[in-house]
């Protein structure tokens, strides 16, 4: 007898598992399971206890990160699933449906905040979503939300363009504000952007869900600096090497100061470029506009100091040269090669010197070279001295400019590899 119950029981099931339904019988379980519900309660089983929804986050698109503007544009799509127990039946009872689909206006869900929205909250939440949510009989749902997301982002340009940037995106599930919801998140899959950015490489990416219905997802993005170093750090450390040429120019070319102007020029240029590509404000200072402001500064002294060159070159020797300049140039003849010094002296002069030279034993030259020296003392002319600033400039304005970007590279570079591995 009972085993003939039983029998009948899998039969029964079985037929209405089997049994076809159609739209009349959706909806009529429909009706049924909405009669009396409240889309304002929190469909939780049991109150005493925290409700929850689980998250899994699928990244789609990194749109852009504005440096001027500090803002972040993605792309993400979210699966949320929750159990609702009011929308809850037995399959068995109700012609084998297993699943239906409640329209969004209907049914209780969790709404996407952000919390930290740039200017334009509109955009932000644009709203690409499904618009109904999928229920299981035993009352889980599936609900699927894409969204594009404009966060700010707080960006740290001290290395640029070797920088690399942590975004965070802060999202309140809110349901029902008296309830906290743990909200259980994590990705979806391998998650990786399926529409890579050209401009930024994601070497990061955390999500973290929490007891308070906060979700955060964090992003590490690392600049490709290709882009950068070619179109504008390159040239600017060429025109950089450049501006000091000026001191190799003939001393009676009047395009020397032309010259310096316009590599001082070009370089105001490209500060105005870079500045363009910052975010206007100095907290922290980008090092490389220290760097170039270093540059420029260094042009302008090479313009002051041309000038002043070229004033010094045409003063009439008979107008006396003070001991500290002279005491310059000897020290400058002591230094430099003494034949390229000699051009600028007397013919006899130099003719002496060679002969000097090829008598002379090596350890008696040091000794003569001061005496040869002060015996000059008298033939030091404003030439000389013009030719000799030119020498020192040369030699120091080069030094800076190339010591200066060896510096700030290697200290960029120190700075970018620590933050990549914290
Ligand atoms: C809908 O359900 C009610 C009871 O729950 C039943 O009386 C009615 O026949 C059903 N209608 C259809 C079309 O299945
Ligand atoms: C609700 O949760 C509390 C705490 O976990 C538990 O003691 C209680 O039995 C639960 N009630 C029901 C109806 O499940
Ligand atoms: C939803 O119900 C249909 C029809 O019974 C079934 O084919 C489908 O697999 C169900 N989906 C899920 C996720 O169970
Ligand atoms: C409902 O059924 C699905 C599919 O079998 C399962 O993943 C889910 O955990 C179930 N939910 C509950 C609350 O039992
Ligand atoms: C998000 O998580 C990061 C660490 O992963 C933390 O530094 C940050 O403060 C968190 N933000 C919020 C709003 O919880």
């Not at 009047?254 to 316009?262: H, Q």
Request: hydrophobic share 40%; net charge negative.
């Amino acid at each position: 007898m009972s085993v003939r119950l039983i029998f009948l029981q899998i039969l029964c099931c079985w037929t209405f598992a089997q049994e076809s339904f159609t739209v009349r019988d959706v909806n009529n379980l429909t009706n049924k399971l909405l009669n009396g519900y409240n889309k304002n309660t929190l469909p939780s089983s049991n109150f005493s206890e925290q409700f929850k929804v689980d998250v899994k986050a699928y990244p789609i698109a990194l749109g852009d990160i504005d440096e001027v503007e500090e803002k972040l544009s993605t792309v993400m799509g979210f699966i949320m699933s929750w159990t609702d127990d009011s929308i809850a039946w037995a399959p068995e009872w109700e012609l084998g449906i297993t699943n239906i689909t409640l329209g969004l206006s209907e049914v209780w869900k969790p709404n996407i905040m952000l919390l930290n929205p740039h200017q334009n909250v509109i955009k932000g939440h644009g709203d690409m979503s499904s618009s109904s949510v999928s229920y299981y009989y035993n009352g889980t749902t599936h609900w699927t939300r894409l969204v594009t997301l404009q966060t700010t982002c707080d960006l740290d340009t001290t290395f640029f363009p070797f920088d690399i940037q942590e975004c965070f995106i802060t999202i309140y599930l809110s349901g029902n504000d008296a309830y906290e919801i743990i909200v259980n998140a994590d990705w979806d899959g391998n998650a990786v952007f399926e529409k890579e950015n050209g401009a930024w490489k994601v070497v990061g990416q955390t999500i973290q869900g929490s007891r308070n219905s906060l979700m955060n997802i964090s992003y590490k993005f690392e600049r490709k600096p290709l882009f950068m170093l070619v179109n504008i750090l390159l040239p600017i450390i060429v025109l950089a090497l450049l501006a000091p040429l000026v001191f190799l120019m003939p001393k009676n070319s009047g395009e020397r100061v032309g010259y310096a102007i316009t590599m001082l020029l070009a370089l105001s240029v490209y500060m105005t470029i870079i500045s363009d590509n910052l975010p206007k404000n100095s907290n922290p200072m980008p090092l490389i506009s220290i760097m170039i402001f270093i540059w420029y500064i260094l042009n302008s002294s090479i313009v002051l100091i041309v000038i002043m060159n070229t004033k010094i070159n045409h003063i009439k020797d008979d107008r006396p040269i003070p001991g500290c300049v002279r005491g310059f140039v000897m020290f400058t003849r002591l230094i430099v090669q003494k034949d390229k010094l000699h051009g600028l002296g007397t013919p006899e002069e130099s003719e002496n010197c060679l002969e000097k030279k090829e008598t002379e034993t090596k350890d008696e030259m040091n000794g003569k070279l001061e005496s040869t020296g002060k015996s000059r003392v008298q033939k030091v002319t404003w030439q000389e001295v013009s030719v000799a600033i030119d020498r020192w400039c040369l030699v120091w304005v080069y030094f800076i400019k190339i010591l200066l970007p060896i510096v700030f590279f290697s200290v960029m570079k120190a700075g970018n590899s620590r933050k990549k591995e914290d």
